[in-house]
């Protein structure tokens, strides 16, 4: 990210017809974007495209989730059908819907929007051993980079993460343990409801997930493209591969990404841990139910624009926040100085 | 609000391809829309108009606001020309603009958008004395009233509440105070950036108010609508009666209305002190950083959508909510059922 534009985007904030630092975190959203684009104002980022990495996950068989695993081909059809929250929410915001799916555990028929990049039928159990190879892992980071690259070749100025598979919140909470030093227990929630007793396993689960693949000593955080790549192939998601690829090539093209929630938490942390620079080009869309998104979002230094406890996934949280991101830099484009609007300034 | 309608919304949501509960709040504000229209789904909130109550306040003269008055008349004309950041945003979220000047210190111009129902140039000093007349508060009451009536006939079909007036965060402060009966040092803040010493005198100013307007006494809230009304002119400003005004309109008609930041709450607190249905038909749109804020939506029960510190005003607040509360009722419209999506449901 650029910090000539950025300093250029809060000089210029404080010249605008509003008392300064009064829009609070969106005039950060704005310096930010400046940023980005490397040019104050920076451009409206619109048209803006969500795109869902849809893939089965093998600890599903460790009874992790109350949702049967069919339920990730069936909605990656609803979602294709336009029938999902994430449809109703893009077409609020004027959103494109691009499903990818990178590890689906199902042969999936052609559908419109749906494209295959498919690297497996679902990972391995990770509770086991690692969830995928480092291949595999590598395949499934391309699926996500050639996507944003795709998506912003299209002509889209906005790439919003969405994610979809059941049992995802899982490899979550074992990415997010692995790449923070937090122990599973602060890093892992109830997904889309577990009860008592499953969380309690489901902690357990996460943690024989840290011991089978050589993580179970806390702090020793993954540096280096090889660590890191390898963690990511042990306890990760093809989804999660997916768009942390996604979020890498957005910042190649220097377009903003909106991440989603505690799946999107879990791949930035492995984007930034390969490119530290990426985190510049992230916009945290919210903060979702899911403790472990609270230790990554924190652990990134990201603001959540929406905390509204969400724990949908699918890209809804991201979508929420697109609106609140363009009106941010549309301040910078609209809005009168001091001066142009013969408005009196502050006396002291 | 219609219980039927509501407790209908509330098993809608149970049926739709989503997690139960995983949209969090915005469940909430959906079931809360179908009770305000009586109707399951609810109407899409659009066409949406903010309306901007304008005036000045006699306070001012006390030294509680860094800002001249002339700010007040100077950004209505901005307002006017399209140059203030409510324009950007209203641009945003398609919401139109109207501006009703209920007691600006200044003869304005005939200006497009801004209409003149002007009760006086200005308040009285509140800290001397009663701000307004009842006579006084009850015409810029009516002026919302009438305004939310305008705007309803016109095709609008949620309203959102703006305002501007140098130093009526004072007077929202004092407001707070007396609907809540909590002490003025937790109900005052600092505005659009008043400095420590200024912050100091503003408390000590909203104390004398209360002393010379006979509300010292802690905990005695204004009950039955004689005493309403008194502490409303006693306190308040034209732009807090207008709005309050305009909430009551806005429930008449069975139209939502979204509050902005600490100038709609206190307005919200008298439009309830008034008429408590009246509460079921707003949404708060965000959460200031002006301490009072928190406390009056506390008071009132209303979770706001919004909570990135903005201390602007203007609607700013209220209309950055809008797309989220349009997510929220269009889920409702545009989401597959589990059944009709052919989606499998949770197992337990």
């Not at 949702?67 to 294709?80: D, G």
Request: with cysteine.
């Amino acid at each position: 990210v650029d910090p000539v534009a950025m300093a250029e985007a809060r000089t210029h904030q404080d010249r605008l017809t509003k008392p300064r630092g009064s829009l609070g975190a969106l005039e950060d959203v704005a310096v930010r974007l400046a940023g980005v684009a490397a040019s104050c104002p920076p451009p409206l980022p619109v048209p803006a495209a969500l795109a869902i990495f849809a893939a089965d996950h093998g600890v599903h068989a460790q009874g992790v989730s109350p949702w049967p695993q069919e339920v990730t081909a069936q909605m990656v059809a609803n979602f294709a059908a336009g029938g999902a929250v994430a449809n109703a929410f893009a077409a609020q915001v004027g959103a494109s819907v691009t499903v990818v799916d990178v590890g689906v555990a199902a042969d999936l028929p052609s559908m419109p929007g749906v494209s295959s990049r498919k690297v497996a039928y679902g990972t391995a159990d990770l509770s086991q051993g690692p969830a995928m190879t480092r291949e595999q892992a590598l395949q499934a980071l391309a699926a996500g980079i050639e996507t944003a690259g795709d998506l912003v070749a299209a002509g889209n100025r906005c790439l919003i993460t969405g994610d979809m598979g059941i049992a995802n919140t899982t490899a979550s909470a074992a990415l997010i343990s692995v790449f923070t030093g937090r122990d599973p227990a602060s890093a892992t929630g109830r997904g889309t409801g577990v009860d008592d007793a499953m969380y309690q396993h489901k902690i357990d689960v996460v943690r024989r997930a840290l011991t089978a693949n050589g993580y179970a000593e806390a702090g020793a955080v993954p540096q280096g493209q090889d660590a890191v790549l390898q963690a990511l192939a042990a306890v990760g998601g093809f989804e999660h591969a997916g768009i942390a690829g996604l979020i890498l090539g957005a910042a190649a093209a220097r377009v903003p990404v909106i991440l989603d929630g505690v799946i999107a938490g879990a791949a930035a942390l492995v984007a930034t841990a390969l490119a530290p620079e990426a985190a510049g080009y992230c916009v945290a869309g919210h903060r979702s139910a899911e403790p472990g998104h609270s230790v990554a979002l924190s652990y990134l230094g990201l603001r959540p624009l929406v905390d509204l406890e969400l724990r949908l996934g699918e890209g809804t949280g991201g979508l929420l926040a697109h609106p609140l991101v363009s009106a941010a830099v549309r301040v910078m484009h609209d809005v009168a100085t001091f001066d142009s609007a013969g408005v009196a300034d502050k006396e002291r």
